[in-house]
């Protein structure tokens, strides 16, 4: 359970609990290996293919599958100890990545191990997730819930920054075996933060049974309060539409012609401008308007993938990567908190696992989404098409959902322990 209230409007209050801090660490170190499995392949695959499309099922690859178990994953989050989930799902990928570096190893990698090796760690990340989002809510407070979500960004861009770049220079000097060597290691530092986290004991209204009658209690509470289901629509839009991350191995090899060290450095510099957003977030408690905040950060994000598209230069790309960064930072902690602050906890799992369905989906969605169009249209048409379909998503929703534009979040913010009226405040 988490430590007694820290004090609020401080830089890193969430830090205070030692629970949170091990499970940062964890998912950090975690996510850190695997960008090595996730750089490695992407480039391996369009080498060997030279085909946008077959670069594009990759994401294909993981998106299906974790779609499909993200509901399962949300069930059992509400059914079963949620610690102990995320250590079975953290094994299972460390199995997997296992056994690619060892079909590396032996020179017998091919598109078909890729394709299939992404699905399985999506299947494990699938199931996991739900119980990651809802697990921050039990190590911490409510009054440090934001701070906490802004740490998040925080923990996941910190491995995006380093994991990448030294990925990329891994892969250019030492070929793929020590990326995939790199990843397999990487699964045992979360296992072992878990173990070292206390269980969290939770109330018996914290245990659902797995029936539909229970998946269903959780799509109902999202279909019923629009304001939850506006956040994750937009968020849905945003990364199928307005992240062009699929299409970096094509950017870096054929059109800014960096090759891996740059691709690394692309893949990295979102989540290096990323860090400091979510840093400066991190030290404010609460942000009243947070809807119009989600709205105007997500246009934003969209503008830069505009301007990226259309580049041929290597740095202004760089500059609008680190304003999606910025952006998509900014959108991600205030979706998070309006949507945690409105989940009742014996609901928490489920709901996570509908939220998990377009967060998780959509980044793999987009990689094939933006590669299958890059196909016939090229890279920068298909760029800049994703990024002009988002602009105009937050139009809709600005006009269609005012709601969203007027939430406020409480001054004195609590997570609701039962359903709330549907709605915003």
């Known amino acids: 359970m988490a430590e007694p209230r820290a004090k609020a409007n401080l830089p890193f209050t969430a830090f205070r609990h030692r629970d949170f801090r091990l499970f940062w660490i964890g998912v950090v170190l975690s996510g850190f290996g695997s960008q090595f499995t996730s750089l490695a392949m992407a480039w391996q695959i369009y080498e060997m293919t030279g085909s946008p499309f ?6 294909l690859a993981r998106a ?36 690619v570096l060892l079909l590396s190893i032996s020179g017998s990698v091919t598109p078909t191990v890729f394709y ?26 409510p009054a440090d819930l934001t701070n906490a979500l802004a740490l998040n960004s925080v923990q996941r861009n910190v491995a995006m920054i380093a994991g990448p770049s030294l990925a990329g220079v891994a892969l250019a000097a030492f070929g793929p075996t020590v990326n995939y060597a790199v990843d397999t290691a990487s699964w045992l530092a979360m296992i072992s933060a878990l173990l070292l986290i206390h269980p969290i004991l939770r109330g018996g209204a914290g245990r659902r049974a797995m029936s539909f009658q229970a998946l269903g209690e959780g ?3 999202v279909w019923t309060h629009p304001i939850l289901l506006a956040m994750m629509l937009l968020d ?52 009243r308007r947070a809807g119009i905040g989600v709205l105007v950060s997500v246009a934003f994000y969209a503008a830069c993938t505009v301007l990226f598209a259309i580049s041929q230069v290597f740095w202004f790309s760089l500059l609008m990567l680190a304003g999606q960064g910025i952006g998509n930072t900014v959108s991600t902690v205030l979706r998070g908190t309006i949507l945690q602050l409105n989940i009742p906890d014996e609901l928490r799992g489920r709901v996570s696992g509908v939220n998990q369905v377009f967060t998780n989906g959509g980044p793999q969605l987009s990689q094939f989404r933006g590669a299958g169009m890059a196909e016939w249209m090229g890279a920068e048409g298909s760029a800049g098409f994703g990024g002009l379909f988002c602009l105009g998503f937050v139009g809709l929703i600005w006009a269609a959902v005012p709601m969203v534009r007027h939430f406020e979040i409480d001054s004195n913010p609590r997570v609701v322990t039962s359903a709330p009226a549907s709605g915003g405040r």
Do not use: C, H
């Open 219 to 221: 799509l109902a509470y």
């Open 116 to 141: 299939v090796a992404s699905a399985l760690l999506a299947l494990f990340n699938g199931l996991e997730n739900p119980a990651r989002q809802a697990f921050v809510p039990n190590v911490v407070p």
């Open 236 to 287: 849905f839009v945003a990364n199928v539409f307005g992240s062009p991350r699929g299409l970096f191995p094509i950017y870096a090899k054929d059109i800014l012609m960096v090759g891996p060290e740059g691709l690394g450095i692309m893949s990295a510099v979102s989540s290096a401008a990323a860090i400091g957003a979510a840093a400066v977030m991190s030290a404010f408690s609460n942000i």
């Open 64 to 99: 299906i599958p974790s779609m499909m178990v993200l509901l399962l994953g949300g069930m059992l989050a509400d059914a079963m100890d949620r610690r102990r989930l995320m250590m079975i799902t953290q094994a299972g990928q460390f199995l997997v990545t296992g056994w």
């Open 54 to 59: 077959q670069l594009g099922l990759l994401g």
